[in-house]
């Protein structure tokens, strides 16, 4: 089945104590991109990446880092999460065509609900 | 700057009623549009794209470029519809690979 995988699903940790979210896509996408979902805000782009070893900010990269060093894997890092990072996390994937001109839309993960006390 | 407005919050309509909802862009060049879907407690789902000129689940959504807008339409509302949905804008132009959301309606359809 073609699908997102992030893990884990919930998460409660503690102020500056380094975590990782893993997502992985089993379709080939190029495209990977990962999103925080906030009552009000809808969703935020992170960061993104177009294929291997290239990744680039979105709109609210601070206090996160991400590596692509596979063309299926895209964790998301944080090194010393704070409470504002408290959030409910999307990864999605997409196929791009064109050189990168466009996509075809994405496939989510299921979320990983975050909460740094 | 590249923007997406989705102007309502929530949206309330008996079942069997039309639905519209609003999306309107400002982006320079010509963009491609989705909308996605988030049922309760579930993850968000791609509804549809301009470029394929779908219908899905009986919704449509034109591109009115003179309007800047991608208004997401379904004739007769059904229970199953309520959920929260997402417009989606990507610019194409300078490098615009980002995909930007709107804040989300949330459409509930009454009974």
């Known amino acids: 089945e073609a699908q997102v995988t992030q893990n884990p699903r919930y998460l409660i940790t503690v102020t500056g104590k380094k975590l990782t979210v893993t997502c992985s896509q089993n379709?080939?996408?190029?495209?990977m991109s990962w999103y925080r979902q906030d009552p009000g805000l809808g969703l935020r782009q992170i960061y993104y990446?177009?294929?291997?070893?290239?990744?680039d900010k979105g709109d609210v990269p601070e206090g996160y880092k991400v590596s692509r060093k596979e063309k299926r894997n895209f964790p998301l890092i944080l090194e010393s999460p704070s409470p504002n990072q408290t959030s409910l996390y999307f990864c999605?994937?997409?196929?791009?065509?064109?050189?990168?001109?466009?996509?075809?839309?994405?496939?989510f993960g299921s979320g990983t609900r975050l909460t740094v006390v | 700057a590249q923007r997406v407005t989705q102007p309502e919050k929530l949206l309330s309509v008996f079942k069997g009623a039309p639905v519209e909802l609003k999306c309107n862009y400002s982006?320079?060049?010509?963009?491609?549009l989705f909308w996605y879907v988030q049922y309760s407690r579930q993850r968000l789902q791609l509804l549809l794209r301009?470029?394929s000129r779908e219908s899905i689940k009986g919704f449509t959504a034109d591109l009115n470029k003179g309007e800047t807008s991608f208004h997401l339409k379904k004739p007769f509302a059904q229970e199953e519809d309520s959920a929260m949905y997402y417009c989606?804008?990507?610019?194409?132009?300078?490098?615009?690979?980002?995909?930007?959301f709107g804040t989300g309606t949330q459409l509930k359809v009454e009974l």
């Open positions: 999605a994937s997409s196929s791009v065509w064109s050189g990168g001109a466009g996509h075809y839309g994405y496939t």
């Open positions: 379709m080939n996408h190029e495209y």
């Open positions: 990446s177009m294929n291997v070893e290239v990744t």
């Open positions: 982006y320079s060049g010509s963009p491609e």
């Open positions: 301009h470029i």
């Open positions: 989606a804008p990507k610019g194409l132009t300078g490098g615009g690979n980002k995909l930007t």
